[in-house]
Antibody, heavy 117, light 110 residues
């Protein structure tokens, strides 16, 4: 059974940093693009970042470029999102998701990031 | 990277059909057959319902169907059931390794 378990969220002050993790199981992690998608409270979904199977290609939504870094460790079946210079508008539930056939076929349960003083 | 346009709400009675639209541009919806749809219940992660415009993953009822005409994609739910009440989001490739979601539609079963 495919499982994605998100962790690492919490309360952080503006300008602070946080690292999210996603533990994958039940499939060959190294064979798939992976992504982070976020959802601000009461709002819609927003694609944040993608990473290729071997980590050689990474893409970001404009609003996080230069502040967020997506990475993966295929030996540990894990996906990460390093978030720096956090802003109030980054407050959201962050989901990791498997990106396959131009869609997200499996999602984590989400982890809440709150940026507030 | 502007969000795709969806109606904020849609509704129908049990047994009826309802269609939710997702309007973009020739640079996203109209330019690629990479539109997918997601169902989200409160407090839960989204669930894939349709991919590549009209394909249904295994386990999704055939009451759910997708289509596209020009720059507008559509999700149709036939034979509405109470369990279909949820938020629905469309998603499309937008070129140059960019991806965009719609704003979401709240479907109410009357």
């Amino acid at each position: 059974e495919v499982q994605l378990v998100d962790s690492g969220g919490g309360l952080v002050q503006p300008g602070g940093s946080l690292r999210l993790s996603c533990a994958a199981s039940g499939f060959t992690f190294s064979s798939y693009w992976m992504s982070w998608v976020r959802q601000a409270p009461g709002k819609g979904l927003e694609w944040v970042a993608n990473i290729k199977q071997d980590g050689s290609e990474k893409y970001y939504v404009d609003s996080v470029k230069g502040r967020f870094t997506i990475s993966r460790d295929n030996a540990k079946n894990s996906l990460y999102l390093q978030m720096n210079s956090l802003r109030a508008e980054d407050t959201a539930v962050y989901y990791c998701a498997r990106h396959h056939l131009a869609c997200y076929d499996y999602w984590g349960q989400g982890t809440l990031v709150t940026v507030s003083s | 990277q502007s969000a795709l346009t969806q109606p904020p709400s849609a509704s129908g009675s049990p047994g009826q059909s309802v269609t939710i639209s997702c309007t973009g541009t020739s640079s996203d919806v109209g330019g690629y057959n990479y539109v997918s749809w997601y169902q989200q219940n409160p407090g839960k992660a989204p669930k894939l319902m349709i991919y590549e415009v009209s394909k249904r993953p295994s386990g999704v009822p055939d009451r759910f169907s997708g289509s596209k005409s020009g720059n507008t994609a559509s999700l149709t739910v036939s034979g509405l059931q109470a369990e279909d009440e949820a938020d629905y989001f469309c998603y499309s490739y937008a070129g140059s390794n960019n991806w965009v979601f719609g704003g979401g539609t709240k479907l109410t079963v009357l």
